[in-house]
């Protein structure tokens, strides 16, 4: 398992986050090889799906150590307590859960914060959170984010929710540190799904973050 600040690294230097949201358990080690082929080292597991934990133990397995392993949609402690248990390397919450905030990281896992409003970007940052996730991204827009930085200039956001190949490069170029992305990543046909267009589709999406990543957010 990684360490604190491998997987604080890697999430900031390859701010890709693959959501892996009602995937079939038998696809998921075969999906998570192919986003890693397309160099993606940040996977998140939603907690929304009944079997994410197998899901997830699943992916450690079937990933090298240079992937780091998430949990996705934790909005309560028992979410949180049996994410840990199967290895969840970081915590990435729709909303601000102060519980789950406190017990992550006291154990050592980073939290990626949901928020939409300053006051919750404010209650996250409070509470420790080295990141924040914009959600829902695609509704609220670029300069939303863009607005953002006025008042938190070093606010390092992943942005989620609708955010795709069409709408990335407007959200790097609004200062965004890097995006989670679910459906357009995983909208395959599980009974012959397309492993290569997936590999394709995430080389494509972290050329787009590298190329247009703002100077605050460059990896030296």
């Known amino acids: 398992m990684a360490t604190l600040t491998q997987i604080v690294t890697s999430l900031r230097s390859r701010p890709l986050i693959a959501i892996l949201r009602g995937v079939p358990e038998r696809c998921i080690a075969p999906l998570g090889v192919a986003l890693a082929e397309g160099g993606v080292t940040n996977i998140e597991v939603t907690f929304t799906d009944h079997d994410a934990s197998q899901k997830l133990a699943l992916l450690r397995q079937a990933l090298p150590d240079s992937v780091c392993v998430g949990a996705g949609t934790v909005t309560n402690q028992g979410r949180l307590e049996a994410a840990l248990e199967a290895g969840a390397e970081f915590v990435v919450t729709p909303h601000v859960v102060p519980a789950v905030n406190a017990l992550a990281l006291q154990s050592g896992v980073p939290v990626v914060c949901g928020a939409m409003t300053p006051t919750e970007i404010a209650q996250g940052l409070e509470q420790g959170c080295r990141f924040i996730k914009l959600f829902p991204a695609a509704p609220l827009g670029p300069d939303y984010l863009k607005a953002l930085f006025g008042p938190y200039p070093e606010l ?13 490069e407007a959200f790097m170029r609004a200062g965004a540190l890097g995006a989670g992305v679910g459906g357009s990543l995983t909208d395959l046909d ?9 590999t394709a589709l995430a080389r494509d999406l972290r050329s787009l973050i590298q190329t247009y990543r703002g100077p605050n957010h460059q990896v030296p």
Request: glycine letters at 18%.
């Open 156 to 168: 390092e956001v992943f942005v989620v929710g609708g955010i795709g190949r069409g709408n990335l």
């Open 190 to 198: 599980w009974a012959r799904p397309d492993y290569h267009a997936v």
